[in-house]
């Protein structure tokens, strides 16, 4: 078990709504990464915080936007959801330092649009 | 325009042989590359990795191999268990952004 945990696990939103998905980082991590795996695709990078910055981002729309909270705990939000956005979401947690480490992933959000 | 590549959507093999999952990446300033597994309705699991300055680590049944000269990262494991059976995934990064392939699933019959 890492010690992320993503919540909701399952969720059933309708085009054009709005989601928030949360995510609570490994203790001692400071840095969290939001990844969308659509069916039979790798994760691709969404955005990253650190120390409640966004330090990166992937190519999706400005729709979708977090937050880092000074616990490390973050959201990812998407605003006017499309059908295209079904997807599992995963957080990840890592450490920023002077050595590459690898990132954590919770068990992720299955979010569907119909 | 994807940067990591598994080529191999999946592979089955007997238990107790060698396992061998492939994958290529395009950008030559990844320095840190990684090998993830992930079972149905659960996040990925880190596996293994590898720093762009070595070109094998090994840890128990798991062996990473990474030849820069020809931007490929193989991941072995042998002995191979039907435990082993999930999808694999090879991810790579120049910071702290990872990319990641589309996946390996690898069946290992009993």
């Known amino acids: 078990e890492t010690g992320v945990t993503q919540s909701p696990t399952h969720l059933i939103k309708t085009r054009g709504q709005q989601v928030t998905l949360r995510c609570s980082s490994q203790?001692?991590?400071?840095?969290v990464s939001w990844y969308q795996q659509a069916l039979g695709q790798g994760p691709q990078f969404i955005f990253q915080?650190?120390?409640?910055?966004?330090?990166g981002r992937g190519n999706f729309p400005p729709r979708f936007s977090g937050l880092q909270f000074p616990n490390y705990s973050s959201e990812l939000n998407v605003n006017a959801l499309e059908l295209d956005d079904s997807a599992l979401y995963l957080c990840?947690?890592?450490?920023?330092?002077?050595?590459?480490?690898?990132?954590?992933f919770g068990q992720g959000t299955r979010l569907t649009v119909v | 325009d994807q940067q990591v590549k598994q080529n191999s959507p999946s592979l089955s093999v007997q238990e107790g042989r060698i396992s061998i999952l492939n994958c290529d990446y395009t950008n030559s300033m990844f320095d840190y590359f990684l090998w993830y597994k992930k079972y149905p309705a659960e996040g990925p699991t880190f596996l293994i990795s590898?720093?762009?300055?070595?070109d094998k680590n090994e840890d128990g049944r798991f062996t990473v191999f990474l030849n820069k000269s020809a931007k490929h990262l193989s991941l072995h494991i042998v002995p191979s268990q039907p435990g082993d059976s999930a999808v694999y995934f090879c991810a790579a990064s120049t910071g702290n952004q990872f990319y990641f392939g589309t996946g390996t699933s690898l069946t290992v019959i009993p």
């Open positions: 203790s001692g991590h400071n840095t």
């Open positions: 990840a947690s890592s450490l920023i330092g002077p050595l590459n480490t690898e990132a954590f």
């Open positions: 590898i720093s762009s300055i070595k």
């Open positions: 915080y650190y120390r409640e910055e966004e330090n």
